[in-house]
């Protein structure tokens, strides 16, 4: 089992910036990719930012020049930090994982809230 931990949600100003972390825990061998979604209320969960194993990235056209995943393999955690955040960016977001190309984990989530 995998257990992704999220944390560094909250309320911000429209302009500022947010930090979000993920921990991962348990049987996190053979990582494909790990990444970042957001579900906004009403809409679909969508990919903000995914990192391969390799380190390439893919970013959603919304947040690119804005957001930047960064990981830590060490400590088995991925980063998201997000600048110039606005009302849209307004989400329940969270951590994914995939491992061997198709086991898919997710986190509890983690709630960022802009403010204009």
């Known amino acids: 089992q995998v257990q992704l931990v999220e944390s560094g949600g909250g309320l911000v100003q429209a302009g500022g910036s947010l930090r979000l972390s993920c921990a991962a825990s348990?049987?996190?061998?053979?990582?494909?990719?790990m990444g970042w979604y957001r579900q906004a209320p009403g809409k679909q969960r969508e990919l903000v930012v995914s990192?391969?194993?390799?380190?390439?990235?893919n970013y959603a056209d919304s947040v690119k020049g804005r957001f930047t995943i960064s990981r830590d393999n060490a400590k088995n955690t991925v980063y998201l930090q997000m600048n110039s955040l606005k009302a849209e960016d307004t989400a329940v977001y969270y951590c994914?994982?995939?491992?061997?190309?198709?086991?898919?984990?997710w986190g509890q989530g983690t709630q960022v809230t802009v403010s204009s």
């Open positions: 994914n994982l995939v491992r061997e190309g198709r086991y898919t984990y």
């Open positions: 348990g049987n996190i061998f053979s990582i494909s990719a």
């Open positions: 990192i391969t194993s390799g380190g390439s990235t």
